[in-house]
């Protein structure tokens, strides 16, 4: 297949199935007009995203990496109405477009977006007590990653629900070669998770309008 085949099926899955809103339409035009860059989730995953949240009652989630806060919004609207999500971002210029796209969407009573570095922010969201989180979805610096799983879990409970993004680096992450730290992060990621006794898991590869991608899913355990 090519790339245009799967983008058209992507298309045709979104409009049926995950069409964007006005809200999730403006995030989108707000996060171009900023100069974001145009990596968030696809409506499909966006949607996705929602379905599992939802699914899985989650009361607290914690996101790691808002970006322009398109995949917030999607998750944010799978909680109730006394719910509670904290987004994390690095960049305080994003943060700033996320915030507006989350209040223009009606969500900011219940999402919160804090920025600074991320592995700063779980510390305190540790000393704060702030958790048990029920969903976490990982979407930031590659590198960390399998410092933000170890966080996950200890920030969780039994039940809970992780969903890393971009696992798949284009196919490299089969490749043990690899020079890339983001593809090493990623497979210590993997294998971190593989080995963990409190996590069971397994990962999906993807394709459509974020070309050849996947992400992991991950249960954490008694």
Known sequence: MTDSQWNAVDAYFTEHLSPNDEALSAAVDASRAAGLPDIAVAANQGKLLHLLAAAQGARKILEIGTLGGYSTIWLGRALPADGRLVSLEYNPGNADVARANIARAGLD????????????????????DAGPFDFFFIDADKVNNPNYVEWAVKLGRPGSLIVVDNVVRGGEVADGSSEDEAVRATRRMVELVGEHPRLSATAVQTVGARSYDGFLLARVLD
Do not use: F, H
Request: glycine share 4%; aromatic share 0%; proline share 0%.
């Open 109 to 128: 009573k219940i999402v919160e977006v804090r920025t600074g570095a991320a592995l700063d922010s779980l510390a305190r969201l540790e000393s704060e």
